[in-house]
């Protein structure tokens, strides 16, 4: 089990201090136009800089509300500092000032447009057809850039459809994978804290058991399981024991939404959300699959079915978000989690929904 104190050591936080640009009021430097969208504690504004035409969107976190929360920032700054992939949004600089923290992230998109490309099912809403081939090529895309950050021992442990960016709004555009507060920078060959967001957590994290580079496989098997019908896996009206499925990996392959789905989607999925990590596939192995690799995706247009899913069960009431992220910490309290960790992992927990799902409202950070 890894004893986490904190996701970075003492050294490596002075090392990054060393590397933050201290300035007392940010707009001498950047030049904010206007706001593209908001987090947890943050927020994320299109900014110019100074001097130049380059753009970038600018994530700032104000100091008070860091307080506690100062671990995530810094792990997501040491990882993003490592990591240059073309489907994951990259980090430029580090400012801070005597109230803020501000992160400049890279902004993939035509000056003229001043608008980013958008979450992932906001755009599938948007698209006049959409087929098992575009699921397939948008998940070999995250797949690509998952296994990227496992092959330098980065656990990313929150992905998730609202993490999934497009770089731009073209039809063509690139899916982004974002957020690396919760990620790990694997030292050891396991990790121990429970983190993530209700219904992509894999059961050996619910159980708090070792765990490592398969809870990203896990997670990515539950974004392609809706991406193919619109809805999760792991969530029934009629149960709402949601972590209790989890354990079980138990899912259906339901008709009438999976009667156009092929074989070879089901078998991956199959792969990806196996009940033991040791028998689930690595990316890698994800990779080499014939539903990525190769021709076995159907080209049947399953727009309508998966936008109307997607609508009923990602634009859920506030409540149905509480009772997730709830039930979440009365499973972890179940099982001796220490209250620091539990707070955090709460915090996260309660993020989980989709926001803004089909109003037009920007991609958030």
């Not at 307080?67 to 993003?80: D, F, P, Q, S």
């Not at 087929?131 to 948008?138: N, V």
């Not at 050891?188 to 990203?216: F, I, M, R, S």
């Not at 039930?327 to 955090?344: D, M, N, V, Y």
């Amino acid at each position: 089990m890894e004893a986490e104190k904190g996701c970075l050591g003492a050294d490596r936080r002075r090392d990054m201090l060393l590397l933050k640009k201290q300035t007392e009021d940010i707009s001498s430097v950047y030049e904010i136009r206007e706001k593209l969208g908001s987090g947890a504690f943050s927020e994320v504004v299109l900014a110019q800089e100074r001097g130049s035409s380059h753009l970038v969107a600018l994530k700032c976190i104000p100091k008070k509300a860091l307080r506690g929360k100062e671990a995530l920032v810094e792990n997501e700054i040491a990882v993003l500092r490592r990591v240059s992939h073309p489907n994951i949004v990259a980090l430029e600089d580090v400012h801070e000032s005597p109230s803020h923290l501000y992160l400049a992230m890279e902004l993939r998109v035509p000056a003229a447009l001043r608008v980013t490309g958008g979450e992932l099912f906001d755009r599938i809403m948007e698209r006049g057809s959409y087929t098992e081939k575009d699921a397939s090529h948008l998940v070999g895309q995250v797949l690509g850039a998952v296994s990227y950050l496992h092959s330098l021992g980065i656990v990313h442990r929150d992905l998730k459809p609202e993490n999934l960016l497009y770089a731009t709004p073209f039809e063509d555009s690139k899916i982004m994978v974002s957020d690396f507060g919760l990620s790990k920078i694997q030292t050891g060959n396991v990790l121990g804290t429970a983190c993530g967001t209700p219904g992509y957590v894999a059961p050996e994290l619910l159980e708090q058991k070792p765990y490592g580079k398969a809870v990203d496989v896990w997670a990515l098997g539950v974004i392609s399981y809706i991406l193919l019908c619109g809805y999760p896996p792991f969530y029934d009206e009629s149960d709402p024991e949601l972590f209790s499925q989890i354990l079980r990996a138990s899912y259906e392959f339901d008709s009438p939404f999976w009667d156009d789905i092929s074989e070879s989607a089901k078998d991956f999925i199959r792969h990806l959300l196996e009940r033991d990590p040791q028998k689930r596939f690595t990316c890698q192995q994800a990779l080499q699959h014939l539903w990525i690799s190769g021709d076995a995706a159907f080209d049947k247009d399953i727009l309508g079915s998966v936008s109307e899913q997607i609508q009923k069960n990602f634009a859920r009431t506030h409540w149905k978000r509480a009772f997730n992220a709830t039930s979440f910490l009365r499973h972890i309290r179940k099982l001796g989690q220490s209250p620091e960790s539990e707070e955090a992992s709460g915090r996260r927990m309660a993020r989980h929904s989709h926001p803004g799902l089909g109003s037009g409202q920007p991609p958030k950070w």
